[in-house]
């Protein structure tokens, strides 16, 4: 292992592969920015560009545009309140107030450190613990990833803070959305009101555009006559070095959250998407000041750019040991495996042991030029930004989102369906409901439904069919996790009134 190590890095530090790695950063960056455009297409879309390259470089080239494609969801995310990609949704939650009140620069320098922080993390359980890890991603069976969704959609009640009520109507109605088309298991065709385009289902970037995007557009519309949204901060001297030591601070949340989107990272079928929810619902949890969240705090950043990156390496963990793709683009990756000829499994780093710990090592050294990179990319990005005038800024911004709907299957029916969504999504922000929610709801959806019908069918075997949900030590593991997700809030309510009434008495006294 560490003679390939040295020789990978011997294949890496050339003049060739340097500028492959920065090329593809950029690309990979410039497409996570533009809502739509999720990692998987950035992915997809590069891979016959890789045809003519040996399977090291085009390894190499496809790795760098996915980390960096999770990373430039965030500047979206924070500049105009829209995730990039789903792994995002997160960021506008602190970002987007962070650059409001004129700290949009400070904002992406913390995503940009977070990020590269959580790289580093989940490529570093990838070079040294996949093979154990993989075997326990190997247990989760249906039944689990059943009390798993139950479990994401428990954190409804810490994102939705200010209106639990509110918050878990808004899951309802993104699980109700996620029930439209055919069914995932049955194949039965469900709520299309007699249109056969319903019965794809609705496409979950689709939701997020229309959820997040059209609602901030059509508010820049109706306060045209106020000041732009967001305040252009002149340039702080020292703001680089000042930010990198906030976040290096934050060890804790840094640590938390890159180990939890490794760890989801892993699990088939979960991804970024719901990794930064649950890092950042866990960093609101173990807060002293969980009310500070949403109003444009670093810890927010911290925690959804940090978990989000490190599913990079952790989706490549059971992908590389055992030939499962942990998320869609390490889909693709599989393909690109297959394609030269490289079959993923334990033979993978015996037989091909250069070319993996190439790739690996890759990663490494991506994540360490994403810093630069993404600096002058953000500062580009954040000037242009906050100099547009409203009246050129919304048409730009409805222009990019009928082009990142209509691009996702090339179906004119989900631009409208965004648009539906959007304004709908307008209403519910009117009447103080939160797209978190809601997106929640709409991602754990498939995943639940899938969980628990496969459960119900492996409970025919057993006297009891419901049984199969608490037979397993890890399924009771999940529950007790939802319950204690459940009640957090109201255990945090009643111990911050008994806190105030001692300091009340310590200051009397």
């Given at each position: 292992m560490l003679d390939a190590i040295v020789a990978s890095f011997g294949n890496i530090f050339t003049v060739k592969v340097i500028l492959m790695i920065i090329a593809?950063?950029?690309?990979?960056?410039?497409?996570?920015?533009?809502?739509?455009?999720?990692?998987?297409?950035?992915?997809?879309?590069?891979?016959?560009?890789?045809?003519?390259?040996?399977?090291?470089?085009?390894?190499?080239?496809?790795?760098?545009?996915?980390?960096?494609?999770?990373?430039?969801?965030?500047?979206?995310?924070?500049l105009v309140n829209t995730p990039g990609t789903p792994s995002s949704i997160g960021t506008t939650f602190d970002g987007y107030p962070m650059a409001k009140r004129g700290e949009g620069e400070r904002a992406i320098l913390i995503a940009t450190f977070s990020s590269a922080y959580g790289g580093v993390i989940g490529v570093l359980f990838l070079l040294f613990l996949a093979p154990p890890l993989a075997s326990v991603a190997l247990k989760f069976g249906p039944p689990a990833y059943f009390w798993m969704a139950v479990f994401g959609i428990t954190i409804i009640s810490s994102l939705a803070s200010k209106s639990i009520l509110k918050g878990f109507i808004g899951g309802a109605i993104g699980l109700l959305i996620s029930t439209i088309g055919i069914a995932p298991i049955g194949g039965d065709v469900r709520f299309t009101a007699g249109f056969p385009q319903f019965q794809g289902g609705i496409e979950l970037i689709v939701a997020l555009i229309g959820f997040f995007c059209i609602p901030e557009a059509l508010t820049?519309?109706?306060?045209?006559?106020?000041?732009?949204?967001?305040?252009?901060?002149?340039?702080?001297?020292?703001?680089?070095?000042?930010?990198?030591?906030?976040v290096m601070k934050r060890q804790g949340n840094l640590l938390r959250s890159s180990i939890l989107g490794t760890i989801v990272g892993i699990l088939p079928g979960a991804g970024g998407s719901v990794a930064n929810l649950v890092a950042y619902n866990e960093a609101l949890r173990v807060s002293k000041t969980p009310e500070k969240f949403g109003t444009g705090i670093p810890d927010g950043i911290i925690a959804t750019e940090s978990s989000n990156n490190a599913v990079v390496g952790g989706g490549m963990i059971p992908l590389v040991t055992l030939g499962i793709p942990g998320a869609p683009p390490d889909a693709i990756l599989y393909g690109v495996l297959l394609l030269h000829g490289l079959r993923p499994g334990p033979e993978l780093f015996t037989?091909?042991?250069?070319?993996?710990?190439?790739?690996?090592?890759?990663?490494?050294?991506?994540?360490?030029?994403?810093?630069?990179?993404?600096?002058?990319?953000?500062?580009?990005?954040?000037?242009?930004?906050?100099?547009?005038?409203?009246?050129?800024?919304?048409?730009?911004?409805?222009?990019?989102?009928?082009?990142?709907?209509?691009?996702?299957?090339?179906?004119?029916?989900?631009?409208?369906?965004?648009?539906?969504?959007?304004?709908?999504?307008?209403?519910?922000?009117?009447?103080?409901?939160?797209?978190?929610?809601?997106?929640?709801?709409?991602?754990?959806?498939?995943?639940?439904?899938?969980?628990?019908?496969?459960?119900?069918?492996?409970?025919?075997?057993?006297?009891?069919?419901?049984m199969i949900f608490f037979i397993h030590p890890l399924s009771w593991v999940l529950i007790i996790l939802s319950l204690l997700s459940l009640g957090w809030p109201l255990l945090m309510k009643k111990f911050s009134k008994r806190w105030k009434i001692k300091e009340m008495t310590i200051d009397e006294n």
């Open positions: 593809g950063l950029f690309g990979g960056l410039m497409a996570g920015a533009l809502p739509g455009l999720t990692a998987t297409m950035a992915v997809a879309l590069l891979v016959p560009f890789t045809f003519t390259m040996n399977p090291t470089e085009g390894l190499i080239v496809l790795g760098a545009i996915y980390m960096a494609c999770i990373y430039g969801g965030s500047f979206s995310a924070i820049m519309i109706s306060n045209r006559t106020q000041k732009f949204h967001l305040t252009e901060a002149k340039h702080k001297g020292g703001i680089l070095f000042k930010t990198f030591l906030e037989t091909h042991s250069e070319v993996v710990y190439t790739f690996i090592m890759s990663l490494f050294v991506a994540t360490i030029l994403m810093i630069p990179v993404g600096i002058i990319s953000g500062r580009l990005l954040h000037r242009t930004v906050v100099r547009l005038p409203i009246r050129f800024l919304a048409p730009i911004i409805f222009f990019l989102t009928i082009i990142g709907s209509y691009s996702i299957r090339n179906n004119v029916t989900d631009i409208y369906i965004m648009l539906t969504l959007g304004v709908l999504g307008y209403i519910l922000k009117r009447l103080d409901f939160h797209p978190g929610p809601i997106t929640l709801g709409l991602i754990l959806g498939p995943i639940g439904e899938t969980g628990f019908v496969q459960a119900l069918l492996m409970g025919q075997v057993l006297p009891n069919k419901w």
